[in-house]
C-alpha cells in the first residue's frame, strides 16, 4: 500500500489553511446559521490573512454553442482552489456532482467541500482527475 505524504496533495500548504479557516468560524459561530452567515464569514477570514479570492465567480451553462443556464460558486482562492460550502448534516452525491461540475468547467484540479453540520465543520477533497497537468 502506497502511504499519502503531504507533499503528494494538490495546494497541501493553502488548502490546509482554507480547511482551518472553517474550524474557526465554526468555533466562533457554531451551527445552524444560513450558508450566506458562513460565506461573509469566510470572506473576512480571507481578507484577513491576505489571501487572494473571488466570491460567487460566474460560469455559463451552455448547450449547442448557447447559454442556457448560469451558475455560481462560492469562492475560487488563488486562482487555483473552488471552495463550495454547505450548511447540512452530510455530503450528498448531489453536493460532490455539483463540485465536480465546477471543476471541470473552470479546468481546474482541486475544490474543497465544507460543510458546517451541527456536529463541527467537515471538509472533503474534490480532484478532477480528468485535468491533464
Known amino acids: ?18 480547511v482551518g ?8 459561530i457554531g451551527s445552524g446559521h ?7 464569514a469566510y470572506a473576512m477570514l480571507l481578507k484577513e490573512n491576505n489571501i487572494n479570492f473571488k466570491e460567487q465567480v460566474y460560469y455559463p451553462v451552455r448547450f449547442m454553442n448557447k447559454t ?3 451558475n455560481f460558486f462560492d469562492f475560487l482562492i488563488d486562482d487555483k482552489i473552488v471552495v463550495e460550502l454547505k ?14 461540475n465546477y471543476l471541470k468547467v473552470s479546468n481546474l484540479k482541486l ?6 453540520g451541527k456536529e463541527g465543520a467537515t471538509c472533503k477533497r474534490i480532484i478532477n482527475f480528468d485535468l491533464k497537468t
Not at 1 to 18: K, P
Not at 21 to 28: R, T
Not at 87 to 100: E, R, W
Not at 111 to 116: C, E, P, R, V
Open 1 to 18: 500500500m502506497t502511504e499519502l505524504r503531504r507533499d503528494d496533495l494538490v495546494y497541501a500548504e493553502l488548502s490546509y489553511r482554507i
Open 21 to 28: 479557516f472553517s474550524f474557526e468560524i465554526f468555533k466562533q
Open 34 to 40: 444560513k450558508e450566506v452567515i458562513y460565506q461573509r
Open 68 to 70: 442556457i443556464g448560469k
Open 87 to 100: 450548511k447540512d448534516m452530510h455530503f450528498s452525491k448531489a453536493h460532490i456532482d455539483q463540485v465536480l
Open 111 to 116: 475544490a474543497l467541500l465544507i460543510n458546517f
